[in-house]
């Protein structure tokens, strides 16, 4: 219970200390809003100079307990000592007035699924992401009291604006007072939805919209989990709120907040930078001017450019992990990152026509669905006959039009407020149709009724948690029974001696432990433990191609093999081995030796390594004029080269050779020989003695990757030991 009251407290203080801070600046700005728009629009502006505070707090290795205390009490008091905040108290008008029955409806609706959010939130956070990265970072950061140096996991290059916000809540109560953080937003994001129909006297809009979002199944489960999506979909709303409340008074001070919260959009998620596009085109539309444009982005630039500054200092890439054929550096691969987006870009649906019912109705291939009644959005076209309607579909059909890039049913929750405004406005002034639409919504969205028609596994709330919530089951027992990735952290915890790192080829609950765990496809490092390992087992990538090209001796000091064909897409270009011969016999290897490749130069020396078990790759599609290159350091007869590769990339490169008189790369007109090679017997053992080498002496592996069957039956092949196992995954010591 204790637990349970200081997640509480955790949330309320950071809630408080947002709500205070967005109060002070609107104060200060002298900005006035309806009572209803109070709240939330304080809250999110709040929580965007909140996250900055903290920012600076991590960047110098301030954030301790105490500190961050303070800042909340800080941020509290500041506005108990000023009171600065103005409104405008108008009242409601008639049109704004609801019925007693209206009254006890719309309470009843939001207060079932608000007591089945709240006590899911309280919970032990066990969800996926949550405990995977979301939290862990946080818990990261916190040991070490500011930013480290994370090269190893791409999802800490991602912009963390919302986990800035968890930062003192998980101090004061751990993972779950992130969650119920995140649940504040999810209030807020619905009392602004409400606000805003009452702004534009259409309030049965206001309620109607807020609800099919607060209802909607995905948002529910995402609003009460340590994620982000929901309070990113209350930043961006606010944005746009922000913007109507600025075209309605022409106060050039409610420009600070759109810039401020346009420019936190980037900072919570990059997906949700589109606002400040949209801000910026609604600003010049409307004003006709480019002065208040600039304003909101330079104002975007005080939110947007310390994450981007993060980035190019610790990963050099200041929108790490992508673009990296842009901004090339050794910490991701171009073609990870491009299997990855591609893999976010389907799931497992293989003909997207079908995605409208996998978000709405399935929702397993989606992780999520939105609810059935969102298959009645197209309906919202009929908004456009209203000026707010066509501003409302915008901002959505903008939005949308990043998602496709992810179609996880998670990714539609910024767009939902848009569509369901637009779809309550395009029903007309029927309150008896909204009610009815709104009660099916309820019924369809409550778990009882999910299990009925959405696809076993999909992911959703399940029942009231109170036992967990108040911690009657014990958190540990909890969480063990709802995610396996918490009982391998814990097994790592208990097994593995700190200071050491844990190679795993999947995701576990890293929040939970504080052992650092690499997981194979997030890093450039990890993708090429995973090769290594692979190279020990899987026999395409083993060196079993070796190819001899020979001419006519030459006298050289620069040497080179280069590609001269486009692989097909993914397709790569691999050496293990490169080997340089005079008349039989083999040049020694030097110091002297300069080596280089292109693309992914890092790599270069596993080319060079007598090691069977790695290989060099370009890791990205090959292409014409792609090399490796050696520089002897002085000229050097030689007549051959030899290629060891793998025959899961059969390309073939040729031999070109550095003229000195004519300063060109001349084809040394070399005759191909191709037979097969048999890599080593021992390759197993050279593949775990490479990881070794790499300071990595701990494997986790669960029982359903590829190769589990070959590291169980022979952990002694491979050069390990067994340590322990839990049901699902088996951890290995590398034997020195």
């Known amino acids: 219970m204790i637990a349970a009251l200081k997640a509480i407290l955790g949330a309320a203080l950071t809630a408080w200390a947002c709500y205070a801070a967005g109060s002070f600046l609107i104060g200060r700005l002298k900005l006035k809003l309806e009572r209803a728009e109070r709240f939330p629009l304080a809250f999110v502006l709040g929580a965007a100079c909140l996250h900055l505070a903290v920012f600076v707090l991590l960047a110098l290795h301030l954030a301790y307990w105490p500190v961050l205390v303070l800042l909340l009490l800080g941020a509290i008091l500041s506005v108990r000592l000023n009171k600065p905040f103005l409104t405008e108290a108008n009242g409601a008008s008639e049109s704004n007035r609801y019925s007693w029955r209206q009254i006890l409806l719309w309470v009843a609706l939001f207060g079932g699924f608000s007591v089945l959010y709240f006590f899911d939130a309280l919970a032990p956070e066990g969800s996926p992401d949550g405990s995977s990265y979301h939290l862990a970072f946080v818990a990261r950061y916190l040991r070490a009291h500011g930013f480290e140096r994370i090269t190893t996991n791409m999802y800490a290059a991602l912009s963390q604006g919302i986990e800035m916000l968890f930062v003192p809540a998980f101090a004061i109560g751990k993972h779950s007072a992130a969650a119920l953080l995140h649940f504040v937003f999810l209030m807020a994001l619905a009392l602004a939805i409400f606000a805003y129909g009452r702004r534009i006297g259409k309030p049965w809009a206001g309620v109607a919209a807020a609800f099919l979002v607060y209802a909607s199944p995905v948002v529910g489960i995402d609003s009460s989990s340590a994620y982000i999506d929901v309070a990113v979909a209350a930043v961006v709303f606010s944005v746009f709120y922000w913007l109507e409340i600025w075209d309605e008074t022409r106060a050039d001070n ?88 591609d893999y976010m870009s389907r799931y497992e649906i293989q003909n997207l026509w079908t995605l409208p019912l996998e978000v709405t109705v399935r929702g397993q291939k989606t992780q999520g669905l939105i609810g059935p009644v969102f298959l009645l959005a ?72 999910l299990r009925d028609y959405a696809t076993p596994g999909a992911w959703r709330l399940d029942r009231v948690l109170y036992k967990p919530a108040l911690r009657k089951i014990p958190e540990d027992k909890y969480l063990r029974s709802i995610n396996p990735g918490y009982s391998y952290a814990r097994m790592v915890d208990a097994y593995v001696p700190k200071g050491e790192r844990v190679f795993s080829v999947e995701t576990i609950a890293t929040a939970y432990t504080n052992r650092d765990i ?219």
């Not at 600003?283 to 947007?304: D, G």
């Not at 990296?324 to 050794?330: A, E, S, T």
């Not at 087992?537 to 079993?544: E, I, L, M, S």
Request: glycine share 6%.
């Open 254 to 341: 409610a420009l600070i907040p759109v810039g401020l919260l346009a420019g936190f959009s980037y900072a919570a998620k990059y997906p949700a930078a589109v606002a400040l596009i949209y801000a910026l085109g609604f600003v010049l539309w409307r004003s006709r001017s480019l002065k208040p444009a600039l304003r909101i982005a330079a104002l975007s630039a005080i939110m947007i450019l310390p994450w981007m500054v993060k980035d190019w200092i610790v990963v050099g890439n200041p929108v790490a992990p992508f673009a990296n054929q842009i901004f090339r550096n050794p910490n991701f691969h171009v073609i990870t990152i491009q299997q990855w987006a």
């Open 378 to 449: 197209p309906l919202g076209l009929l908004s456009l006959r209203f000026a707010t309607g066509r501003r409302l579909l915008a901002m959505g059909a903008l939005l949308l039009a990043t998602y496709l890039y992810n179609v996880g049913a998670r990714f539609l929750i910024p767009e939902l407020p848009f569509f369901a405004l637009a779809l309550v406005l395009a029903l007309g002034n029927s309150p008896g149709l909204i009610a009815a639409l709104a009660i099916f919504h309820a019924a369809s969205s409550w778990p009882a009724e």
């Open 518 to 736: 690499l997981v194979e496809y997030e890093c450039a490092f990890c993708n090429l433990m995973m090769d290594i390992l692979n190279n020990g087992w899987v026999a395409a990538y083993q060196p079993r191609v070796l190819e001899q090209l020979k001419f006519p001796e030459r006298t050289a000091r620069r040497i080179r093999i280069e590609q001269n064909a486009l692989g097909r897409p993914l397709e790569q270009w691999s050496v293990h081995e490169l080997r340089f011969f005079d008349r039989g016999a083999e040049l020694p290897r030097r110091p002297q030796w300069r080596l280089s490749a292109w693309p992914n130069p890092w790599d270069v020396q596993l080319a060079f390594d007598d090691s069977p078990a790695t290989r060099w790759r370009t890791w990205e599609r090959a292409a014409p004029g792609d090399y490796i290159q050696v520089d002897f350091g002085q000229a050097q007869a030689v007549d051959e080269v030899r290629i060891e590769r793998s025959y899961d990339y059969n390309l073939q490169a040729d031999v070109k050779i550095f003229d000195d008189s004519s300063g060109r790369w001349m084809a040394a007109g070399a005759s191909r020989e191709t037979t097969a090679g048999r890599p080593d017997a021992n390759i197993r053992r050279y593949a775990t003695r490479e990881l070794a080498l790499r300071g990595i002496h701990y494997v986790l592996i669960t029982d359903n990757a590829p190769g589990a069957f070959d590291f169980r039956g022979d952990p002694q092949g491979w050069g390990m030991e067994k340590v322990v196992e839990e049901p699902g995954a088996h951890l290995y010591r590398i034997v020195p």
